[in-house]
C-alpha cells in the first residue's frame, strides 16, 4: 500500500538477538498499519489491540499472519524498502484474522488453513504486483479478497461468526453511532463497536485529517447503503461503511494527494463502493474497495485537475 511515513526501520538479520526481535516486531507492526496505508508501529499496536479486544484468537491469527507474510517474503528476499514499509505483511494479516473468523481460530485445522493461505497470500501478493504495477496500479487487498474468498467457497459449513443478521427496521440514532464505528471494525472483518473504535485511534495517531478523510469515507458508504434500503442490522455491524473507508483514505492521501480536489472524488468513490457491495454477496471482504480504487486510480490520469496519483510499487 501507499508509504505514508518515512521508515527508519532497516529489515537486516543478523545483529544482537535482542535487536533482531524488535527491528522484525516493528516492522510486523508496520504490516498491520498497512491495512489501512500506515507503516506506523503505533497504529499497528492499537490495532493489535482492537484484534485482541474481540477475542484472543484473532489477535493470534492477526499478528500471526503478518509476522508470516513479513517473514516469508524476508526469506525470499523481497526488496528491503517493502520489507521496512510493512508492505508484505497487511495482506497476511487480513488472512489470518480471516481464517479466524470464518473457520474458528481454535481449530487444529484453522491453523493448518491459516498457515497455507498467509504463504499463499505472499505469492499472490508479488504475482499481482507485477501485473497490476505494469499499469502503475497498487495490489492493494487484492491478494487477501484473492485468498479468502477461496477459503470462503471452499468451506463446508456456515461461519463460525456470524455477520449482521439481514433484518429489516428502522435505523436508529444509537444504532446509526454504533454502526459508524462498527465500520472501522470491519476493515479487520469485525463488527464490535468498540474494536472499531480501536480502530480509529490509529487512525488518530496519523493525523486528525487521515481520521476525518476515513470517517467521511465511512459516513458517505453508511448513508448510501441505507439509502439503497440495506437492513438496519447490517448498518448497525458496520457492513454499509467499511469499505468507503479504505476507498476514501486511498483517494485522498494515499495514492493521490490530500487536498479540496481530491476528497470529493474520494467520496464519489466510496459511495460508488458502498452501492457495488451487494453485488458480491457472502464473498464480499474488500473486493468493492479493491475494484473501485482501481478504477478511480486509472481515471485520475485523465482528469489533470487532480493531483497525479503516487506511483506505488505493490
Known amino acids: ?49 482492537a484484534l485482541f479486544a474481540a477475542g484472543w484468537t484473532y489477535g493470534v491469527y492477526g499478528i500471526g499472519g503478518a509476522a508470516l507474510g513479513t517473514a516469508g517474503a524476508w526469506l525470499l528476499g523481497v526488496e528491503r524498502e517493502r520489507l521496512a514499509q510493512g508492505l508484505e505483511g497487511f495482506n497476511s494479516c487480513l488472512v489470518g484474522v480471516s481464517c479466524a473468523v470464518l473457520l474458528g481460530g481454535e481449530r487444529v485445522s484453522t491453523v493448518l488453513v491459516a498457515l497455507l493461505g498467509c504463504g499463499a497470500a505472499t505469492v499472490v501478493t508479488a504475482a499481482a504486483g507485477r501485473a497490476l504495477g505494469t499499469w502503475g496500479l497498487p495490489a492493494l487487498t487484492l491478494p487477501f479478497c484473492a485468498v479468502a474468498t477461496a477459503i470462503e467457497l471452499a468451506r463446508p459449513a456456515g461461519p463460525v461468526t456470524g455477520h449482521a443478521a439481514d433484518g429489516v427496521g428502522s435505523l436508529q440514532l444509537g444504532d446509526a453511532a454504533r454502526g459508524f464505528l462498527a465500520g472501522f471494525g470491519q476493515i479487520f472483518l469485525l463488527p464490535q463497536w468498540y474494536v472499531g473504535a480501536l480502530v480509529l485511534a490509529g487512525l488518530l495517531v496519523a493525523g486528525p485529517r487521515v481520521a476525518a478523510v476515513a470517517g467521511l469515507g465511512n459516513a458517505a458508504a453508511m448513508a448510501t447503503a441505507w439509502a439503497l434500503g440495506a437492513p438496519a442490522a447490517r448498518l448497525t455491524d458496520g457492513l454499509g461503511g467499511y469499505n468507503g473507508v479504505l476507498v476514501a483514505l486511498a483517494l485522498c492521501g494515499a495514492f493521490l494527494a490530500a487536498g479540496p480536489r481530491t476528497l470529493p472524488y474520494a467520496l464519489a468513490g466510496s459511495v460508488v463502493a458502498a452501492a457495488v457491495a451487494p453485488a458480491f454477496g457472502a464473498t464480499t471482504f474488500t473486493w468493492p474497495f479493491v475494484l473501485t480504487t482501481l478504477v478511480f486510480l486509472a481515471a485520475a490520469r485523465s482528469f489533470p485537475r487532480l493531483t497525479a496519483p503516487r506511483q506505488v510499487d505493490q
Do not use: K, N, Y
Not at 538477538?17 to 498491520?32: E, I, K, M, P, S
Open 1 to 49: 500500500m501507499a508509504q505514508m511515513a518515512g521508515a527508519s526501520i532497516r529489515p537486516e538479520i543478523g545483529h544482537s538477538w535482542a535487536t533482531d526481535c524488535r527491528q522484525f516486531g516493528l516492522l510486523v507492526l508496520r504490516g498491520t498499519g498497512q491495512v489501512v496505508f500506515l507503516p506506523r508501529a503505533l497504529t499497528g499496536l492499537l490495532f493489535t489491540a
